[in-house]
């Protein structure tokens, strides 16, 4: 069932951001040197690495590292990065991820391949056998602000109340703190 309703959320989504996508592909592609999109390896289910697409909010250059783990993450941003950020406009080139059966829409946000303190705890909580999110039960709680461990305690609590009421009910929360730019620190 979970499937299905990413499918169709998927493909509705696509035919209404169309546009926005092709906007925000423009104003990438003429902001900053680089591609338009940025495929970082991330960890999926059952600590399965697949690369996942965003819009390049960074320079080209940038270290492949958790922003949180940049020294000064600012001076990689490009010109429109910051923006992109804020209103998580970054994150729709996931739908392809979500269409292509290597995330959902609601999940644990996919780790780095190379954050193995938080895939660790995952795989300890069982929370490595979820499919990753593009939202979830942690980002609507905290999201860049959250250490790792209090991430993990609220995908492990995912992991034990998920069902297709609590998927809507995360989707609605991150409309809400999207709409608000509540909760991104770069």
Request: charged share 20%.
């Amino acid at each position: 069932m979970k499937r299905l309703f990413d499918l169709i959320l998927a493909v509705c989504a696509v035919l209404v951001l169309s546009l926005p996508l092709v906007l925000v592909a423009l104003l990438v592609k003429l902001t900053s040197k680089g591609p338009v999109l940025y495929w970082s390896d991330r960890v999926g289910r059952n600590n399965r690495i697949f690369s996942m697409p965003k819009f390049r909010s960074m320079r080209v250059g940038t270290p492949a590292l958790a922003t949180h783990l940049l020294a000064k993450p600012a001076m990689y941003l490009t010109r429109i990065g910051g923006f992109l950020r804020k209103s998580s406009l970054d994150e729709l080139p996931q739908l392809w991820s979500i269409l292509n059966g290597d995330m959902s829409f609601v999940g644990p946000r996919p780790a780095l391949f190379n954050q193995d303190d938080l895939i660790k705890l995952r795989t300890q909580y069982g929370v490595h056998e979820l499919m990753p999110g593009l939202t979830g039960w942690a980002q609507v709680n905290g999201r860049d602000e959250l250490p790792i461990p209090e991430k993990v305690k609220l995908d492990a609590e995912y992991l034990q109340q998920r069902s297709l009421a609590f998927d809507v009910l995360i989707l609605w929360r991150t409309f809400i703190k999207i709409v608000a730019g509540d909760g991104v620190s770069h």
